[in-house]
């Protein structure tokens, strides 16, 4: 008799905290709403003030950008499949790095300290 009382206190307690707490999530996601309404306003009463001479620049240079990326992506498409796996592999070496030590994983420095010596 404890233990079904003690069940359905604890079980009613988990539904209140469930209810509260999905109540709060509304009230969050309707204030995070409104301000995002707010920054996008923001954003295009500032986008308004640009002269067109500038956003033409922009959108020019986002086609650029747009026509580089396609390039990259086919040169990497050229590589044999032994490199592709090598590029991949490297990168998740440099994730594990932070940025100032990713600078040492060179494949050109590995050549350079792999100099044959003189004695040799």
Known sequence: MIKKTL????????????????SQSNTETDTSSSQYQKIIDEYK??????PPKIRD??????KEIVTLNKQKRDLYQKLSQEAQNYLSK??????????????????????ANEKVSPNS
């Open 7 to 22: 069940l359905a206190f604890f079980l009613s307690g988990a539904i209140v905290s469930t209810a509260l707490g999905s």
């Open 45 to 50: 009463a500032y986008v308004a003030s640009i």
């Open 57 to 62: 620049e922009v959108v020019a240079y986002r």
């Open 90 to 111: 490297e990168q998740e070496y440099k994730k594990k790095l932070p940025l100032k030590r990713k600078k040492q994983i060179n494949l050109r420095d590995d050549a």
